[in-house]
């Protein structure tokens, strides 16, 4: 990445942040996370309890990068072409003509994707992994850049269906929001306790990053050197998980790829022309904790996925 380019991309990057932090104030490491994956055309899982901050999250994301925007209230009785179109007959043409669902588009909000049925839920995969749809034998394009942000929230399981491990593998990373501080949340009810449209209001701040900049950011970010040793690192950690005795799931070759290109992306985003062991750890448990599968005894044992990735990170050698 050239230093002109480096610079503008890390300030643009920061204005966006700034804005982002006035929008979910006190979730500093979340917001920073989130641009990750919007940088890296990453699919995104927003976890956390009910008013929190999921959806004004990836409603002011999508904001941000000043694009075409639908959102989708998954429930139980949707159906898979309640996302993905229907043929509908037209008595006009005298044939059936495709009406496009709300997949196409560049940013799809998929709010409460557990609350949907696998069969539903399937309708994602080809779209998350491939950019396009396949609908009565007809391939559909999706733009390039096409980003699923989805939310769900992870302590409530009636009416729930937990996402099978080849859907979350498709999301590059997940943040995890749980409510905010004493200070931070006497200073929400104080800035927004009177007003009715507080969300709307909150977005309103948040300014379009240029798409000009944001293309460009995207193309540099693959020069950011990589170094061998940080390559082996990722693969020590891929493979640690693959082997761990309390793990049935490992770290898969996506995986990897993810975990490899969030560190790319932080590194972009602070300036630097290249990434460190430290980018890989901060992006780690984003990208790392939603692929694990912990073994029946170690889940009686109370361990989670955030604790093995922290466990990994700390038995994993580190580079020099």
């Known amino acids: ?17 700034r804005a982002l932090r006035r929008v979910i104030r006190g979730k500093d490491d979340v917001v920073r996370l989130a641009l ?68 196409f588009t560049n940013v799809l909000l998929a709010d409460e994707i557990n609350r949907t049925t ?33 939310t769900q929230n992870p302590r409530e399981f009636e009416g729930t269906y937990p996402l099978p491990e080849s859907q979350l593998d498709r999301f590059m990373l997940r943040v995890d929001m749980d ?10 009810l104080t800035r927004y306790g009177g007003v009715l449209a507080a969300a709307q209001t909150r977005l309103g701040e948040v300014t379009s990053l240029e798409a000009a900049l944001l293309t460009q ?14 390559v082996a690192y990722v693969l020590d950690l891929a493979r640690a998980s693959r082997e761990h005795a309390r793990l049935t799931l490992g770290l898969s070759t996506r ?4 975990l490899l290109r969030a560190a790319r992306i932080a590194a972009g985003l602070r300036g630097a022309d ?8 901060e992006a780690a448990v984003s990208v790392m ?27 994993t050698p580190v580079p020099r």
Do not use: N
Not at 129 to 145: G, I, K, N, Y
Not at 217 to 230: F, G, K, Q, T, W
Not at 255 to 258: D, E, P, R, S, T
Not at 274 to 281: E, G, M, R
């Open 274 to 281: 290249f990434a460190t062991p430290d980018d890989v750890k």
């Open 289 to 315: 904790a939603h692929r694990l599968v912990l073994t029946p005894e170690a889940a009686l044992e109370g361990a989670t996925d955030v604790e093995m990735v922290r466990s990994l990170l700390a038995e």
């Open 36 to 103: 990750v994956s919007i940088f890296a055309r990453g699919h995104l899982l927003i976890e956390g309890v009910p008013g929190v901050g999921k959806t004004t999250l990836g409603q002011a994301l999508a904001c941000a990068i000043d694009c075409s925007f639908q959102r989708v209230q998954f429930t139980s009785d949707m159906l898979p072409s309640d996302v993905l179109g229907i043929s509908v007959y037209s008595a006009l043409e005298q044939e059936f003509e495709f009406k496009r669902g709300p997949v």
């Open 255 to 258: 995986g990897a790829l993810a």
């Open 179 to 188: 409510y905010p501080s004493r200070e931070v949340e006497a200073d929400i």
């Open 118 to 150: 696998p069969k539903t839920q399937s309708a994602l995969l080809e779209a998350m992994e491939e950019r396009q749809v396949s609908v009565e034998r007809a391939a559909w394009h999706l733009p390039a850049d096409f980003l699923v942000i989805a």
């Open 217 to 230: 950011a995207r193309a540099e970010v693959e020069r950011i050197h990589v170094a061998e040793a940080l």
């Open 1 to 17: 990445m050239s230093p002109e380019t480096a610079i503008a991309a890390s300030h643009k990057a920061e204005q966006l942040e």
